[in-house]
């Protein structure tokens, strides 16, 4: 689903710290806190894992999964398309 490096990636693009990504999910902060220091894909709760995704894109980051389209290869992050 996401891994930690997406995370901290993600983070990095919006110019956030995991504070304000606990804030705007609508988790603790602790969570963020252990989320980030997992290795590989993030693992927790369904409905907490969404919420932080749904955030993440939300705010105009988009996920990059294995299998979507970039120009290069494995998992990643980028900017939304302004609408």
Do not use: F, W, Y
């Not at 919420?51 to 980028?78: T, W």
């Amino acid at each position: 689903m996401i891994s930690s490096t997406q995370m901290r990636a993600a983070r990095a693009l919006l110019g956030i710290d995991q504070r304000q990504l606990a804030k705007l999910a609508g988790v603790s902060l602790p969570t963020v806190q252990r989320m980030e220091a997992s290795h590989g894909t993030v693992r927790g709760v369904v409905g907490t894992l969404m919420k932080v995704v749904g955030a993440i894109e939300a705010a105009g980051v988009e996920l990059i999964g294995n299998e979507q389209p970039s120009r290069g290869h494995g998992r990643g992050v980028r900017l939304k398309e302004p609408a």
